[in-house]
């Protein structure tokens, strides 16, 4: 890979890269938080039912 190149397209994404106006923010805030609590809740749901799963032999 050429550094040169690699350099110039970091440079390029900076440029295009732009800051989220507060919608836009707040969206993605929504959709990564139902992301971990989606997560969360698989794995407390996991726990649980190998928790009585264990408990009950």
Known sequence: ???KQTLKN???TI?????P???E??????????GIA??????FTI???FSVITFGS
């Open 47 to 49: 726990h649980f039912v």
């Open 38 to 43: 989606g997560v969360g809740a698989i794995g």
């Open 15 to 19: 440029k295009m890269a732009k800051k």
């Open 25 to 34: 923010y707040q969206q993605h805030l929504r959709l990564v938080l139902l």
């Open 21 to 23: 106006d507060r919608d």
């Open 1 to 3: 890979m050429n550094p």
């Open 10 to 12: 970091m440079v390029n």
